[in-house]
């Protein structure tokens, strides 16, 4: 069945939607773990049919999942177990704090707050902080560490009522939340209604450029929404009366942008020349032209056979191969390629709440990372591969026994 069936329509600007970006099949929700209980059970499957709008050029997930069943009570990911995000985190709270004279009169508000990763930082240095996390779980890790959290989605209803018991924001941040919204517009006119008038809005995302170039196909999962680039969302925030004055480039997640908005009345923060470049390096290219989206998805194709031969390789070798990280991006790879435990024996993560139970659609154990050292596997197949280094850093002892490390994309590599 065609989009135009379906009646599927733009979450940014509403225009008809039916240019296929990528097309990747059917996967189940990518932090919905199995558990040893529901081994035996069937799990839902979704739809991961990309399209990009041709109107305003946001690539988009269509809402095949409710947000209410993405980010449930139980969610799997806690941003605390990354040594290396964390120390983004705290760069970044000294940034901001320096730059917008922050201190113990403002009021700062982080949207999708998880388990106050970052927050900490602000209530280290004196500057009052809210959370607002939707996930019940990562929120009381947050509580815990003594961070007031509110455990709901940001619209313009939290907005709302956040100003009239709080007053107004003068710092209001996401990391990564941006893209994890069906209603982005909701979103962005909730920032809107809770910042000061000389307050600062600042996002940061992956950038779809860096997804397109690399071919980071395996980012792309139900609880990614959009795939955004900065001249898209520089439409978006406009249409809500914000100003985007600056924006600037990030290693983080293969390639990310920080944002930096503003009310489009305040005339103390002048727009960057950072502005001028990342527009113009965006439509040098292509963000306006089909061709230029139409590409990747044989690109994906591609990835998928070059992965799929390595592994048929190693195993017709008689290597044996385990994977580091139980993340959302993995269960993309691993679900659009097919591999299962006949080419991955196990993998492991940091995170407690993981461990023990089995990657949704695959059915790949998830253990300790202790396992590693106990089964020495050939190769070590690191699916969190935007967090490679910390990972080789952690289990450089692989290499005592001749193991090397194995980074799917952009392309297959074989790391010593």
Request: aromatic share 10%; proline share 5%; charged share 20%.
């Amino acid at each position: 069945m065609s989009a135009a069936q379906i009646g599927l329509r733009c979450r940014a600007c509403d225009a008809p939607l039916s240019h296929t970006f990528v097309d990747l099949g059917t996967a189940p929700l990518c932090q919905r773990h199995v558990t040893p209980a529901r081994f035996s059970h069937a799990e839902a499957t979704y739809p991961q049919h990309v399209y990009v709008c041709t109107q305003c050029f946001l690539v988009q997930l269509p809402e095949y999942v409710s947000r209410e069943q993405i980010f449930d009570e139980e969610y799997g990911y806690f941003s605390s177990f990354s040594e290396s995000w964390l120390r983004h985190a705290e760069n970044y709270v000294a940034k901001v704090t320096g730059r917008f004279g922050l201190n113990g009169s403002s009021s700062v508000v982080e949207i999708a707050s998880n388990d106050g990763y970052l927050l900490q930082y602000f209530m280290q240095r004196g500057v009052p902080c809210l959370g607002v996390e939707p996930t019940a779980n990562t929120a009381a890790a947050a509580v815990a560490r003594g961070i007031p959290t509110v455990v709901r989605f940001f619209g313009v209803d939290t907005a709302r009522d956040l100003r009239a018991e709080r007053g107004p924001a003068d710092l209001i941040l996401g990391n990564n939340v941006l893209a994890h919204v069906p209603d982005i517009n909701d979103l962005v006119a909730g920032m809107k209604i809770l910042l000061a008038d000389r307050g600062v809005i600042t996002m940061e995302f992956p950038v779809l450029s860096k997804l397109i170039e690399n071919n980071y196909f395996d980012t792309m999962y139900h609880e990614h929404f959009s795939y955004l680039s900065f001249t898209t969302v520089r439409g978006l925030f406009a249409k809500h009366g914000i100003t985007l004055f600056d924006v600037e480039d990030l290693p983080t997640h293969g390639g990310s942008i920080r944002i930096y908005g503003r009310h489009s009345s305040d005339d103390t923060k002048p727009e960057a020349d950072s502005v001028r470049q990342v527009l113009a390096r965006e439509k040098a290219l292509g963000h306006f032209d089909l061709a230029y989206y139409d590409r990747f998805s044989e690109r994906v194709k591609e990835s998928k056979r070059r992965i799929l031969d390595f592994l048929i390789g190693a195993r017709r070798a008689g290597k044996t191969i385990a994977a580091y990280g139980a993340p959302g991006k993995g269960n993309t790879l691993l679900n659009y390629c097919g591999i299962r435990t006949d080419f991955i024996d196990y993998t492991v993560d940091r995170s407690p709440h993981k461990q023990g139970n089995f990657l949704p659609g695959s059915r790949i154990p998830i253990l300790d990372p202790s396992m590693i050292a106990k089964t020495r596997p050939d190769y070590l197949f690191i699916l969190i591969w935007n967090l490679k280094d910390e990972v080789m850093k952690q289990t450089t002892h692989i290499r005592e026994w001749g193991g090397r490390f194995v980074v799917p994309l952009p392309e297959v590599q074989v790391l010593e």
